[in-house]
């Protein structure tokens, strides 16, 4: 049984019946297996899924049983975190690559279900300095809506973001938690930002005008194994991990942390993800809903649980010109626990353990104590330049990331926002914007980063290539 279509994003959806009982019970088995009835004899789709949470959601529903999986991605079978004999693969640009509408029709034929998680996108350090390509993901997201639609898949996932949230409500490390209601009126995360709360509408009038059943979870940052931890698109927790194995393994003791560690967020570990995205997909949630840990940390003791695990203590080095993102931000999960009887729980200690020894692993399989440092090195581009360090862009100071763009008196968002370069932001933003000019008009790189051995001296890493989940 269904709900009613609300008639505003914010309005309650009613769910009922078997689906009702099986989500307050929490009881995945009942629900798996009905969920299985309706799709075993077609195939469900996973787009992104060469990426962090792709590739995990690609295994969970290997364990559950699922058959017939198409996985895409625009990255070679050789860049993916996780690769699965077992699945149909569309890999690399000519058979992932989801800008491409072809390319949808024919992952989307007669499938049953869909997972958009396609994205061009990363942590601070990208997507403050890559909003045309993080918007760019709005070929993807529309193609493969209209794929879904043609190909009359019974259900549409779309993963959003927390990044949808207005900066406003973003302004004190003692943030009061984001509910689904704070999206609007819209001042999200310029490019990135917009470019997700543009396509979650999609999603819904894809809904309301063609009958799709679309499901939309605004994701938390999520960290956890087999994600990206180097070359400029990783987030803070990989970051800092790699950070502090790099001191350790160096013998360098000492840690660069982005802004001066004051700033809050709450992660989400990748077990939680991805068993809420099966709950939520399977849900009647008709509204945008958070998937978030409402565990608040700030960047500080973030980096205190990281050396506990690595048993050092580092001497901190605060760059405070670096990109930073809002002062707070933490998930409201009010929503999600009347719907679903369940929130994101795992530990932030438990889930950065995994993630640390994880990505040791890889650290040492690839640097030494002579080529540590060669980690923070970041292999994307802005325009035709390579940036420097890890993904950190001297230039960005002077872009106010909320702010950029909007028109003047605008809500009050227009005159505050992020206060890195915040006076100097308007005077400064136009001689940014000049130096800028040479690099718009000249093409830009897109490299993928982390998976590829830096070349920086012969002999790094023992030529001993980085594990690869292959099942
Ligand atoms: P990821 O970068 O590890 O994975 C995304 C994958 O999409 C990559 O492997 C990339 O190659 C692929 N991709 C990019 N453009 C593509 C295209 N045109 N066609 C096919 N594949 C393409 O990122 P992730 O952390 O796994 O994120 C997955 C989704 O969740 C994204 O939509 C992201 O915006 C969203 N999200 C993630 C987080 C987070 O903290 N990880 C937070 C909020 C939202
Ligand atoms: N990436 C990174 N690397 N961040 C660092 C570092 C570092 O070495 N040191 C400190 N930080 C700080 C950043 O300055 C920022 O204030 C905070 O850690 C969190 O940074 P990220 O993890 O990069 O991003 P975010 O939480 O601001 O946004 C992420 O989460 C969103 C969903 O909640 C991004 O991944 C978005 O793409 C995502 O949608």
């Known amino acids: 049984m269904s709900g009613y279509w609300p008639r505003t994003p914010f309005e309650p959806c009613v769910i009922g019946g078997d689906r009702l009982i099986d989500l307050l019970n929490n009881d995945l088995s009942a629900l798996s297996e009905r969920t299985m009835a309706t799709v075993n004899d077609r195939p469900i789709v996973i787009t992104g899924a060469g990426g962090f949470i792709g590739g995990h959601l690609v295994e969970h529903f290997r364990r559950m049983g699922y058959r017939d999986i198409r996985a895409a991605d625009i990255k070679p079978l050789d860049e993916w975190y996780q690769v699965h004999k077992d699945v149909k693969n569309y890999a690399g640009p000519l058979k992932g690559d989801c800008r491409d509408f072809k390319v949808c029709r024919t992952i989307c034929k007669g499938a049953a279900e869909v997972y958009q998680l396609a994205a061009d996108m990363g942590g601070m350090g990208f997507i403050e300095n890559n909003k045309a390509l993080c918007m760019l993901s709005v070929l993807t997201n529309t193609h493969m809506l209209l794929a879904a639609q043609e190909a009359g898949v019974a259900r549409f996932f779309y993963a959003s973001s927390a990044c ?55 994701f938390h940052n999520v960290y956890g194994p087999n994600g990206t931890w180097e070359g400029g698109r990783e987030k803070a927790p990989a970051a800092i991990c790699r950070k502090v194995i790099a001191a350790v393994v160096s013998g360098k003791h000492e840690i660069e942390i982005w802004g001066d560690g004051t700033q809050t967020r709450s992660f989400m570990y990748i077990d939680d993800c991805v068993k809420g995205i099966n709950l939520i997909t399977h849900s009647d949630i008709l509204e945008p809903i958070n998937l978030g840990s409402s565990e608040l940390v700030s960047i500080n003791r973030l980096v205190d649980i990281a050396e506990e695990i690595a048993g050092v203590k580092l001497h901190r080095k605060y760059k405070l010109d670096a990109p930073r993102g809002v002062a707070g931000r933490n998930s409201d999960n009010t929503k999600i626990e009347a719907y679903l009887n369940w929130e994101p729980s795992t530990r932030l200690r438990d889930g950065m353990e995994k993630t640390y020894r994880w990505i040791e692993e890889e650290f040492t399989a690839k640097y030494d104590a002579e080529t540590a440092h060669l980690s923070s090195i970041s292999t994307f581009t802005h325009g035709a330049r390579p940036i420097p360090g890890d993904g950190f862009n001297p230039e960005s100071r002077f872009m106010d990331t909320w702010t950029q763009g909007i028109p003047a008196g605008y809500g009050k968002g227009a005159k505050t926002g992020s206060s890195a370069g915040g006076g100097k932001g308007k005077k400064a933003g136009g001689s940014g914007g000049a130096r800028r000019s040479k690099a718009e008009t000249s093409a830009g790189g897109r490299k993928t980063p982390g998976k590829k051995k830096v070349k920086a001296k012969a002999g790094a890493g023992k030529g001993r290539k980085p594990a690869r989940a292959r099942r």
């Open 164 to 218: 949808v949230y207005n900066a406003e409500k973003q302004k004190d490390p003692n943030i009061t938690a984001l509910k689904e209601a704070d999206a609007y009126p819209a001042l999200p995360e310029d490019g990135y930002g917009w470019e997700k709360l543009f396509s979650e509408r999609m999603c819904r009038h894809f809904r309301e005008d063609f009958g799709m059943k679309c499901r939309v979870a605004r």
